[in-house]
């Protein structure tokens, strides 16, 4: 989408504060501006020292044009759980700042990087990056920022193999394309914290929503492959919960002089992929013959079905799938800071620390329930109606759309996926029925999430 925007987050605002004595010329501070946008969260949670020092070597290394050209650019890849995205940002320069003029590209493969070994990871990056080639002018490439940020799917494998696989896709990066990785290694091809995904895809909704600054912002919820993520600004802090469990939640975001605290959580392991795997291996270890077909009450009535090496019947029995969601959300585990919401972590209460901010949910939440109809913005009775007629096969007997319908039957997990979005939202974050929730893919045209 076309359009004048001012960057909406002022990344180069907090990068001057963090290096006073820094004076780059005005298309330095073009290009700061723009990979403070990309690594903002570098600025907020590196300590200051590190901060000065990558700003030193990009003073001292980044080849500047000595034009300051109409538009730059910068890349961003997300290397998600379950496939890849690249984003190609252009900017308009105007009087030495940075307007937001349009996401030039976003394409995306699958599977994820924890899919490969490290070459083969490295490699798949390749049709993201050939296609960026394309989108930015080749008298800009070479100074035209990129960083790959890795998400759950590396934070799952553990460190030996993600740390093998990023070493392998900065080799080709820097080996293969031109662009300027800002930060090398350490900084530039990472593996991005739950926090930082979380927080930053606030800001970048927020942003969107022109919220940032004002007293009624808007609370996320995202859904990915390995991961699922809620931040919101509550309307209070209760003072007595001032402790380091309550305390590792907190984030405060300064914008504009204005201060925002919000509550974050990532919930690694809780994404809809692994969600899947939670529930087929609670349903082998409530078996009570291992060697025999086992029930599966999410799966369609009379649907043989393997999963690896386990072989499953569906029963079509939604309430039994109910049971085992909320078996694996772990409400029952040990709160040590109440409220909690699920799986032992402590949450304020959305019915009272957040009861009249919009709601926002992305990702998998859009990806698994807009394909089947339900309303752009709707309240949890609706999607609770949408699961049930799903899971009974009601639903499924008055699709017309023949892709509709190939795609139902084609993906056996329509009911487990609906079930588990529904549960987690509203017995997981605990999400009260009478609240609109808005279901987004993008807004104004760019691509909800982290990224921007």
Known sequence: ??????????????????????????????????TGMLFAMLVVLVPEPTWQTLIDKLTATTSLSPLEPEYVYSLMVDAGSTGSRIHVYQFKSVDATLEFHDEVLFKQTIPGLSAYDPVSA????????????????????????????????????????????????????SQRYPFRIVGGRQHGVTIMDGKDEAVYAWITVNSLLSRLGTNETAAIFDLGGGSTQIVFEPAHWDQSLQTT????????????????????????????????????????????????????????????????????????????????????????????????????????????????????????????????GLPAQFKLPQLESLMTSVCSGDYLASVLDPDLRFELLDRPEWCLDLTYIYRLLSFGYEIPSDRPIQVAKKIDGIETGWCL
């Open 1 to 34: 989408m076309k359009g004048k925007k001012k960057v909406p987050v002022s990344p180069y605002a907090m990068l001057r504060k963090s290096a006073k004595s820094s004076q780059p010329n005005p298309w330095a501070r073009l290009l700061f501006a723009l």
């Open 122 to 173: 490295a490699k798949s990056l390749d049709v993201l990056l050939d296609a960026a080639v394309e989108a930015v002018p080749k008298h800009q490439q070479a100074w035209t920022p990129v960083a790959i940020k890795a998400t759950a799917g590396l934070r799952l494998l553990g460190q030996e193999q993600s740390e093998a696989i990023l070493d392998a896709v900065y080799d080709r990066l």
């Open 245 to 372: 469990t309550s305390e590792q939640h907190r984030f405060v975001l300064n914008h504009d002089g204005h201060a925002h605290t919000l509550y974050q959580h990532s919930y690694l392991g809780y994404g809809l992929m692994e969600a899947r795997k939670l529930v087929h291996q609670r349903l082998l270890e409530n078996a009570l013959d291992p060697q025999e077909q086992r029930h599966h009450p999410c799966l369609p009535h009379g649907l043989a079905w393997t999963h690896k090496d386990d072989a499953f019947l569906g029963i079509g029995h939604l309430e039994d799938c109910k049971a085992v969601i909320d078996d694996i959300l772990n409400k029952d585990a040990q709160c040590h800071v109440s409220p909690c919401s699920f799986d032992g972590v402590h949450q304020p209460t959305l019915a009272t620390a957040f009861p009249t901010g919009p709601i926002f949910i992305f990702s998998y939440f859009f990806d698994r329930t807009q394909p089947l």
